[in-house]
T-cell receptor, first 113, second 115 residues
Framework: GEDVEQSLFLSVREGDSSVINCTYT??????LYWYKQEPGAGLQLLTY?????DMKQDQRLTVLLNKKDKHLSLRIADTQTGDSAIYFC?????????????FGAGTQVVVTP | GAVVSQHPSRVICKSGTSVKIECRSL??????MFWYRQFPKQSLMLMAT?????????EQGVEKDKFLINHASLTLSTLTVTSAHPEDSSFYIC???????????FGPGTRLTVL
């Protein structure tokens, strides 16, 4: 099975907050990432958090990391229709291959008016 | 931020032909490039890691003779899908990384359809 797990779908009303959750298994991960993918496009890095941090805020985005539970979340405040996309969390895999990422299956976020 | 391009963005080919996909880092030199494939509604699966001037490291289950990777310069990596078959139809995405940076910059992807 996958080492990084996410719920597959989230529906949210415009203006509300969205919370996307992710769990990972590799406790030696150094960085954890959130990427956004719009239809037919590549991945856009939204934010990342170093494993010794609990929280990181960047404008409308807040990342929370619970290292004990290996749980990562992304909160989007004041969700807009342009936030509709698939969101992937990813962890770095500390191997000989620097920078190798393990992705979750992605959470499709649909923002309704 | 750093820009990574892919060419072509979309390709349709006949079964049995070979297809080359280019990945370029436009404004930086990438020490490492990664190739992923993504099936519809699924996650990205790493296929191989490519370092400039050396052989690519393939993930388990990826046929190195079928997916040829060349990384001849710090700004260009190519993926050639040899003797393509319909099951190779997928979205192929590359990423490029800077040494000592914990970020990969992703290309826009190439949609391959094999008839």
């Amino acid at each position: 099975g996958e080492d990084v797990e996410q719920s597959l779908f989230l529906s949210v009303r415009e203006g509300d907050s969205s919370v996307i959750n992710c769990t990972y298994t590799d406790s030696s991960s150094t960085y954890l990432y959130w990427y956004k993918q719009e239809p037919g496009a590549g991945l856009q890095l939204l934010t990342y958090i170093f494993s010794n941090m609990d929280m990181k805020q960047d404008q409308r985005l807040t990342v929370l990391l619970n290292k004990k539970d290996k749980h990562l979340s992304l909160r989007i405040a004041d969700t807009q229709t342009g936030d509709s996309a698939i969101y992937f969390c990813a962890e770095t895999i500390p191997t000989d291959s620097w920078g190798k990422l393990q992705f979750g299956a992605g959470t499709q976020v649909v923002v309704t008016p | 931020g750093a820009v990574v391009s892919q060419h072509p963005s979309r390709v349709i080919c006949k079964s049995g032909t070979s297809v080359k996909i280019e990945c370029r880092s436009l404004d930086f030199q990438a020490t490492t490039m990664f190739w992923y494939r993504q099936f519809p509604k699924q996650s990205l699966m790493l296929m191989a890691t490519s370092n400039e001037g050396s052989k690519a490291t393939y993930e388990q289950g990826v046929e190195k003779d079928k997916f040829l990777i060349n990384h001849a310069s710090l700004t260009l990596s190519t993926l050639t899908v040899t003797s393509a078959h319909p099951e190779d139809s997928s979205f192929y995405i590359c990423s490029a990384a800077l040494q000592n940076y914990n970020e990969q910059f992703f290309g826009p992807g190439t949609r391959l359809t094999v008839l």
